[in-house]
């Protein structure tokens, strides 16, 4: 995903217990498209997903973010941000901006659960 900040920065960061994270009533596949929604909305320069382990990676300029979408249960999924970028730039999309739009995109109604 290029230089700079890496992804093992931002596993060290989760497991630093740093981020944030919300549960949402959408499952683990409509999670995946949400993220994925957000990050080509925001204009990412790259997008990779492991779905196998359960995160997302994007990198907008030197901001590298992370998404981890974990299943609660069939209805609801825990999705946390991290956001790590180098040097001086400002970070394009915040992780409270992240949630936001994710909340927009969860609440639509092809996304309520029934």
Not at 72 to 83: A, R
């Amino acid at each position: 995903m290029g230089c700079g900040t890496t992804v093992s920065d931002l596993i060290r960061a989760k497991q630093e217990g740093k981020g944030t994270s919300k549960v949402y009533m959408v499952n683990v596949d409509q999670a995946w498209e949400i993220v994925e929604k957000i990050m080509q909305w925001e204009g990412t320069d790259e997008i990779k997903e492991n779905r196998s382990e359960g995160y997302m990676l994007a990198r907008s300029g030197s901001t590298l973010m992370g998404v981890w979408i974990e299943p609660i249960d069939k209805v609801q999924c825990k999705v946390m941000i991290i956001t790590k970028s180098n040097g001086r730039t400002i970070i394009g999309l915040s992780e409270t901006e992240f949630h936001e739009r994710f909340a927009l995109f969860a609440n639509r109604p092809e996304n309520k659960q029934r």
